[in-house]
Nanobody, 115 residues
Framework: QVRLVESGGGLVQAGGSLRLSCAASGNIFSINVMSWYRQAPGKQRELVASITNGGTTNEAGSVKGRFTISRDATKNTLYLQMNSLKPEDTAVYYC?????????WGQGTQVTVSS
């Protein structure tokens, strides 16, 4: 099992930036893919960006060019750099780790973008 703890959320004005962090612990050597998801009120949880062990990244069309996913293997930490934030980016952001068929989630961090 992998334990994930997110941080870095908060309130920011439209056009601003935030960097989310996700610290992983536990059976981290089994992780194949790490991802950021988000869930806005009344909406389904959606994929924001993912990164494989090989470093291949994928971003949702709605955030491409504004958000960047990265990781620091020495710190066992996943990041999401969010620039040019929009009010529609407001959501709870979750870190997810996939280890084969096993999925672990963090508790989430709130991001609120004011207009």
């Amino acid at each position: 099992q992998v334990r994930l703890v997110e941080s870095g959320g908060g309130l920011v004005q439209a056009g601003g930036s935030l960097r989310l962090s996700c610290a992983a612990s536990g059976n981290i050597f089994s992780i194949n893919v790490m991802s950021w998801y988000r869930q806005a009120p009344g909406k389904q949880r959606e994929l924001v960006a993912s990164i494989t062990n090989g470093g291949t990244t994928n971003e949702a069309g709605s955030v491409k060019g504004r958000f960047t996913i990265s990781r620091d293997a020495t710190k066992n930490t996943l990041y999401l750099q969010m620039n040019s934030l929009k009010p529609e980016d407001t959501a709870v952001y979750y870190c997810r780790a996939q280890s084969g068929v096993d999925i672990d989630w963090g508790q989430g961090t709130q991001v609120t973008v004011s207009s």
